[in-house]
C-alpha cells in the first residue's frame, strides 16, 4: 500500500535537517517502509499496519513541530520510538507561556496585565486593550491570535491599523500602495516574525490564512472564523471604529489595541477608541483592558519618558483649565503636533 502525508507550512531544512539528516533518521526508525519526501508531500509505502502505526507516531511528530517550530533528533527519537506525546493536555506546561515562537523560544506573559489580557480573551469576543507604548498589549495580543490559529480555533488571522499620517505626508512617500503602507504595519509583521518560520509565515500569506491590511480595506468585509486586531486604534474615527466593529461575523475574536495619549487626530475628541470605550463599557462580552507605565517591557528608560510626559500633559491640561479651555482640547494630549511613538 502507499499513502501521502500532506505536510503544509513547514519549514523542510528544519523539519528534515541539513542533508536529509532527520529524514534518514525517520527512516531507520520504520525499516520495514518506505519513506519519500518531494515537495510538500511524504510518500509512505509498506504494510498496511505499519502504515497506519507510522501515520499514529507521525501525526504526533507534526504536532510537537506546529506547537514549537523546532524537531530535534532527540524528539524524533521519543516520540517515534514511543508514541507519546511531548506535549500535555493543554499543550504546554507554564501557564504564562502562550506559544512557542521561532526555535522553540517560548512566548509568554510578562506581566499582570498581560496575564489579564490573556484570561479575558479566553471569556469575550471583544476586548480593548489600552495602555501607553512598550507594555506588550500588541504584542500579546497578536501571540494569542498565532495560538488560536495553530489551535485550529479560528481559520484565519487579520491584522489591522489606520494609516494616520504622524507629521509626514503619505502621499510623498515613494513606491506603489503596498510600498507606502507597508511601514505603518511593519509593528504587526515584525511581531509575526517572532511566532511564525518564516516558510510558514510566507505561506501563511500568500494563502490569505494571515492578511495584513490598513483600516480602510476592511470595508464591507463580514470577518468570520477569524483573529481580528485593530492596533493603534487611538487614531481611528468614530465613524472608522464604528464600521470596523461591525464586520464581526461567526465565531470571531476582536481584539483592539491603542493610546489615549497618542492621538494624531487633529482634534482628541474624534478618536474612535475613546467613543467606543465609553459607549461600550456595560455590554457583556466586551472586557477592556488597562495597562500602565508598570506593564512596560521595553528599555528601563522607556517608563521614565512615558512618566514625563504625563506631567507634563497633566500641567498643561491644569494651566489650560485656568485659562477657559475645557480639558482635552488646546494642545493637550490630543495635540496631533506632539511626539508620537508606537504601541
Do not use: C, W
Request: glycine share 8%; net charge neutral.
Amino acid at each position: 500500500m502507499e499513502k501521502q502525508i500532506y505536510l503544509e507550512g513547514i519549514d523542510p531544512l528544519e523539519f528534515f535537517g541539513i542533508n536529509n539528516v532527520k529524514m534518514d533518521l525517520i527512516n531507520t526508525l520504520f525499516p520495514k517502509i518506505k519513506i519519500n519526501a518531494r515537495g510538500n508531500i511524504l510518500y509512505v509505502q509498506g504494510e498496511e499496519s505499519e502504515l497506519k502505526n507510522f501515520e499514529k507516531k507521525f501525526t504526533l511528530l507534526l504536532d510537537h513541530y506546529f506547537q514549537f517550530n523546532v524537531i530535534t533528533e532527540e524528539i524524533i527519537l521519543q516520540i517515534l520510538s514511543t508514541g507519546i506525546s511531548t506535549l500535555d493536555e493543554n499543550g504546554i506546561t507554564d501557564k504564562d507561556i502562550i506559544l512557542f515562537g521561532n526555535s522553540g523560544k517560548p512566548i509568554r506573559a510578562r506581566t499582570p496585565n498581560q496575564r489579564l489580557l490573556i484570561d479575558e480573551s479566553t471569556k469575550n469576543d471583544l476586548i480593548f486593550a489600552i495602555g501607553p507604548a512598550g507594555t506588550g498589549k500588541t504584542y500579546t495580543a497578536i501571540a494569542l491570535a498565532v495560538k488560536a490559529l495553530k489551535n485550529r480555533e479560528i481559520k484565519k488571522i487579520i491584522l489591522s491599523r489606520p494609516a494616520v499620517e504622524a507629521g509626514e505626508n503619505l502621499g510623498f512617500l515613494p513606491g506603489d500602495l503596498k510600498e507606502k503602507i507597508d511601514p505603518y504595519l511593519q509593528p504587526l509583521y515584525d511581531a509575526l516574525q517572532d511566532m511564525i518560520p518564516p516558510r510558514k509565515l510566507e505561506d501563511f500569506m500568500r494563502d490569505d490564512i494571515i492578511q495584513i491590511a490598513p483600516l480602510a480595506f476592511m470595508r464591507g468585509r463580514t470577518l468570520s472564523n477569524a483573529f481580528v486586531i485593530l492596533d493603534e486604534a487611538q487614531n481611528t474615527t468614530i465613524n472608522q471604529l464604528k464600521m470596523f466593529l461591525t464586520r464581526m461575523g461567526l465565531n470571531a475574536k476582536f481584539i483592539i489595541t491603542g493610546d489615549v495619549t497618542q492621538i494624531d487626530l487633529p482634534r482628541r475628541s474624534n478618536s474612535g477608541l475613546i467613543f467606543a470605550m465609553r459607549l461600550l463599557n456595560k455590554i457583556e462580552s466586551i472586557s477592556i483592558v488597562e495597562f500602565n507605565k508598570n506593564d512596560i517591557v521595553r528599555h528601563r528608560l522607556v517608563r521614565d519618558i512615558v512618566e514625563a510626559y504625563e506631567r507634563y500633559y497633566e500641567d498643561q491640561e491644569v494651566k489650560e483649565s485656568g485659562t477657559g479651555k475645557g480639558k482635552g482640547e488646546g494642545k493637550g494630549r490630543g495635540d496631533s503636533n506632539k511626539p508620537r511613538g508606537d504601541n
